[in-house]
């Protein structure tokens, strides 16, 4: 599965999730923010790479969520997906409302460099992850 990179990114999770876990209460959930084009000019790239991601969100929630070491236990992935249409101006206002409104710990971008390149800016501004499948 294409996917097989983002389990070990999730090993920042510590720090991703506010730095010091062994104080922290862990999260109820690990949320992971996407976009997805449904249709347009990526649409038929961008779909089978979502359906993919869903597929991998569900199968690690069947086995009880991604471990993170730091809280020593399980925790559920939620995936927070909007549509950008493949439009890029829409991506850049989703991929701000996925950090500042959506609250999420990473962002895995949508398929295709121009749907992609607007969320390296958005996320280096945020100092938010961003994972590019």
Partial sequence: MKFKGLLPALGLL???????AQAA???????????????????????PVFDSLKLWVD??????????????????????????????????T???????QDHVNLLVADSGSVLTSVAVPIAKEHKMFLFDV
């Fill in 14 to 20: 510590p720090a991703l999730l506010g730095g010091t």
């Fill in 25 to 47: 209460t862990a999260p109820a959930a690990i949320k992971i923010g996407t976009l997805y084009a449904s249709s347009g000019a990526f649409a038929s790239i961008s779909m």
């Fill in 59 to 92: 199968l690690v929630n069947a086995q009880g969520g991604v471990y993170v070491k730091a809280y020593n236990k399980k925790i559920p992935v939620k995936l927070i997906a909007y549509d950008d249409q493949s439009n890029t101006a829409t991506a850049a």
């Fill in 94 to 100: 989703l991929y701000n409302q996925l950090i500042s």
